[in-house]
């Protein structure tokens, strides 16, 4: 006997070197349960696919005997739907390592969770009731992105309650994905969703009157900032790294034009006032910083047609919008032709250097 020892050790050594090897690959893995067991579902195979690229194929499920596990190698957090033989659908979400599981009873509805995307979504699931309304749907997810503008939740809703339910067009849909953060407008699903919106409408030269909120937490309308003089302002989310070292980029400007007359500002779009006032509490800028809680439903987002973030826009003193653009090349020799001296005597002082780029 003791000459099997190490044999049955190392065998044991090898066993569990695989099992931690499995449950560290980023596996995920979904636990399914059929109640009562013995349903006559429990042996139908189960399809699964996803919404957008993250999983643009089907596979299967084939329970056995009331339950059933099932398990694959995400990139990211992935969005499936679990199609079952009666024609029920189920939204799940993937991620590395993480195990969620699924509920499936003879009548009633199914049960998802494990994950905080899992647990969110049925959270949200729970509170729609057969008579609910469309107007009632559409006001639940506002408050669904309101709570939390950068929840992977927010693409299923909108495919589940507003597209497959009710056939919802882009003058339902554009107004909740413009509150979204700028990550989650960039997920596959929304990119392919307004893709097929089209380029219907052409931007306003002006910007709707709107409000803004400034570091003291005091309104101040868009239209009283510089008045009469241009503005040049930089629009970003402080969320984001790249777009707040975009706006910084302005100082550069700044110092180029110092004998011209106009106002440099800053616009988050952050409908979190608390995360913006942070981001902006240690800058050394010497300009205003302004944050549009609207989010991307801004009317500066809107009426500018602004797309992706970070963005330089430069108005006239009645607010028209001269450039809106990316580039701070651009934006730069639109400045030296469209900005007034600070006096009309004054000579323009050459160049020294360059914007040549971000």
């Given at each position: 006997?003791?000459?099997?020892?190490?044999?049955?050790?190392?065998?044991?050594?090898?066993?569990?070197?695989?099992?931690?090897?499995?449950?560290?690959?980023?596996?995920?893995?979904?636990?399914?349960?059929?109640?009562?067991?013995?349903?006559?579902?429990?042996?139908?195979?189960?399809?699964?696919?996803?919404?957008?690229?993250?999983?643009?194929?089907?596979?299967?499920?084939?329970?056995?005997?009331?339950?059933?596990?099932?398990?694959?190698?995400?990139?990211?957090?992935?969005?499936?739907?679990?199609?079952?033989?009666?024609?029920?659908?189920?939204?799940?979400?993937?991620?590395?390592?993480?195990?969620?599981?699924?509920?499936?009873?003879?009548?009633?509805?199914?049960?998802?969770?494990?994950?905080?995307?899992?647990?969110?979504y049925q959270s949200f699931k729970e509170k729609v009731h057969d008579g609910i309304t469309r107007i009632q749907i559409t006001e639940m997810i506002d408050s669904f992105i309101k709570a939390d503008p950068f929840s992977e939740v927010t693409p299923m809703l909108l495919y589940e309650y507003m597209i497959r339910k009710y056939h919802a067009d882009r003058k339902d849909l554009e107004p909740l994905i413009k509150k979204m953060s700028g990550n989650m407008q960039d997920c596959p699903f929304i990119v392919n969703l307004k893709t097929k919106?089209?380029?219907?409408?052409?931007?306003?030269?002006?910007?709707?009157?709107?409000?803004?909120?400034?570091?003291?937490?005091?309104?101040?309308?868009?239209?009283?900032?510089?008045?009469?003089?241009?503005?040049?302002?930089?629009?970003?989310?402080?969320?984001?790294?790249?777009?707040?070292?975009?706006?910084?980029?302005?100082?550069?400007?700044?110092?180029?034009?110092?004998?011209?007359?106009?106002?440099?500002?800053?616009?988050?779009?952050?409908?979190?006032?608390?995360?913006?006032?942070?981001?902006?509490?240690?800058?050394?800028?010497?300009?205003?910083?302004?944050?549009?809680?609207?989010?991307?439903?801004?009317?500066?987002?809107?009426?500018?047609?602004?797309?992706?973030?970070?963005?330089?826009?430069?108005?006239?003193?009645?607010?028209?919008?001269?450039?809106?653009?990316?580039?701070?090349?651009?934006?730069?020799?639109?400045?030296?032709?469209?900005?007034?001296?600070?006096?009309?005597?004054?000579?323009?002082?050459?160049?020294?250097?360059?914007?040549?780029?971000?």
């Amino acid at each position: 006997m003791k000459r099997c020892r190490f044999p049955v050790l190392l065998l044991l050594a090898l066993v569990m070197t695989a099992v931690s090897c499995h449950k560290d690959d980023g596996r995920f893995i979904l636990n399914g349960f059929y109640t009562p067991k013995g349903s006559v579902q429990t042996d139908s195979m189960i399809l699964v696919t996803g919404i957008d690229s993250r999983f643009d194929r089907t596979d299967t499920i084939f329970p056995a005997d009331g339950s059933f596990t099932w398990s694959f190698i995400p990139d990211t957090v992935t969005p499936l739907i679990l199609i079952f033989p009666n024609g029920i659908t189920q939204a799940v979400f993937a991620d590395k390592g993480l195990t969620s599981r699924i509920t499936i009873p003879d009548s009633g509805s199914i049960v998802i969770g494990g994950g905080n995307y899992n647990d969110a979504y049925q959270s949200f699931k729970e509170k729609v009731h057969d008579g609910i309304t469309r107007i009632q749907i559409t006001e639940m997810i506002d408050s669904f992105i309101k709570a939390d503008p950068f929840s992977e939740v927010t693409p299923m809703l909108l495919y589940e309650y507003m597209i497959r339910k009710y056939h919802a067009d882009r003058k339902d849909l554009e107004p909740l994905i413009k509150k979204m953060s700028g990550n989650m407008q960039d997920c596959p699903f929304i990119v392919n969703l307004k893709t097929k919106f089209g380029t219907e409408s052409t931007g306003n030269n002006y910007i709707t009157p709107t409000n803004l909120v400034d570091t003291l937490l005091l309104s101040k309308p868009f239209s009283d900032i510089a008045k009469n003089q241009h503005l040049l302002v930089c629009v970003w989310a402080s969320w984001d790294e790249r777009s707040n070292e975009a706006r910084k980029e302005l100082t550069r400007l700044k110092e180029l034009y110092t004998d011209r007359n106009f106002t440099i500002a800053d616009i988050s779009i952050d409908t979190n006032i608390r995360r913006w006032k942070a981001a902006v509490s240690n800058d050394t800028l010497d300009w205003v910083s302004y944050c549009d809680p609207e989010g991307w439903n801004s009317r500066i987002i809107q009426d500018g047609q602004v797309q992706e973030l970070p963005v330089y826009i430069l108005f006239s003193g009645l607010k028209r919008i001269i450039l809106k653009t990316a580039n701070l090349t651009e934006m730069d020799l639109t400045l030296e032709s469209e900005l007034p001296l600070l006096k009309k005597s004054e000579k323009i002082t050459p160049r020294k250097f360059r914007i040549t780029g971000m």
